[in-house]
Nanobody, 128 residues
Framework: QVQLVESGGGLVQAGGSLKLACTVS????????VGWFRQAPGKEREFVAA????????DYTASVKGRFTISRDNAKSTMYLQMNSLEPEDTAVYYC?????????????????????WGQGTQVTVSS
């Protein structure tokens, strides 16, 4: 059974930083393509960032480019989202997601329907 467990959310002032982590269990982590999504109150879940299974390629939604960095540590079966220069508009529940891929795959998945497994979500609140 695949499980995703998130950590690292919280309350931060505008301009501050947070680092989210998501540990994946149940299958060899290096064979997953992974991503982060978020959902603000009253809004649909949206793509934030993703990284390919081989770790070579990544992509971001325009509003976070230059501020957020997605990374993965296959030895720890963990993915991260480093969030800098946070803005009140970044306030949302953040979800990590994973889908089966292959260790050599360069494909990035930006659609929520592309993912098979989801974390429980962690709240990020940015005060102005």
């Amino acid at each position: 059974q695949v499980q995703l467990v998130e950590s690292g959310g919280g309350l931060v002032q505008a301009g501050g930083s947070l680092k989210l982590a998501c540990t994946v269990s149940g299958r060899t982590f290096s064979t997953y393509a992974v991503g982060w999504f978020r959902q603000a109150p009253g809004k649909e879940r949206e793509f934030v960032a993703a990284v390919s299974a081989n770790g070579v390629y990544s992509d971001y939604t325009a509003s976070v480019k230059g501020r957020f960095t997605i990374s993965r540590d296959n030895a720890k079966s963990t993915m991260y989202l480093q969030m800098n220069s946070l803005e009140p508009e970044d306030t949302a529940v953040y979800y990590c997601a994973a889908r089966r891929s292959t260790i050599y795959s360069s494909t990035i998945y930006a659609g929520s329907r592309d993912y098979e497994y989801w974390g429980q979500g962690t709240q990020v609140t940015v005060s102005s």
